[in-house]
């Protein structure tokens, strides 16, 4: 009896540089022309939206928020040496700490402070004991995303919120 192997040609790998399509730290801002000004539509009281998809936000979601912005600008200002590194072993687990410290000693020197502009906080179940937050924040003259996931943790002597996941773009 013979077996024959099958063996397929190899395909080689392609690698293909990406293109640098930001402009460099120092130079000036492209001046684009200013967006039009766009008036929102007149609406009548009885066209406002009512029910279920405006109801009042849950209290879980309300504290999800307030943590996840305090925790969002802490990350950011640990990363910026504005605050000391100890302060985010109460925000995360201790390898993402470390994680956040290495990242912020690879960045190398930045030109302005990072400020937190927005964020929006999603519940990922329906108890609300885990939300997606996904944010941005500017450095200069340059807008980045941030993302993380909070939970809830309870344990016996400690309940809070915790970062679990984080993305800085």
Same mark, same amino acid.
Request: net charge negative.
């Given at each position: 009896m013979t077996v024959a192997s099958s063996t397929a040609p190899a395909v080689?790998?392609?690698v293909i540089p990406?293109? *640098?399509y930001e402009p460099a730290i120092g130079a000036a801002a492209p001046a684009w022309p200013a967006p039009p000004v766009r008036r929102p539509p007149v609406r009548h009281l009885e066209?406002?939206?009512t029910g279920p998809s405006r109801r009042a936000p849950s209290p879980q979601l309300g504290s999800a928020a307030a943590f996840a912005d305090a925790a969002l600008r802490t990350v950011l200002e640990v990363i910026d040496r504005r605050r000391p590194p100890t302060q985010l072993r109460?925000?995360?687990s201790s390898g993402?700490? *470390?994680s956040v410290l290495a990242f912020g000693r690879t960045a190398g020197a930045r030109r302005g402070a990072a400020v937190l502009r927005r964020a929006r906080v999603q519940p990922c179940d329906r108890d609300e004991r885990a939300f997606e937050v996904a944010a941005t924040y500017s450095r200069h003259h340059r807008t980045h995303a941030i993302a993380c996931r909070i939970e809830w943790r309870a344990a016996a002597s400690d309940r809070r919120?915790?970062?679990v996941a984080l993305h800085i773009g």
């Open positions: 080689p790998a392609i990406v293109i *640098d066209a406002v939206p109460a925000l995360m993402l700490a *470390d919120w915790q970062i």
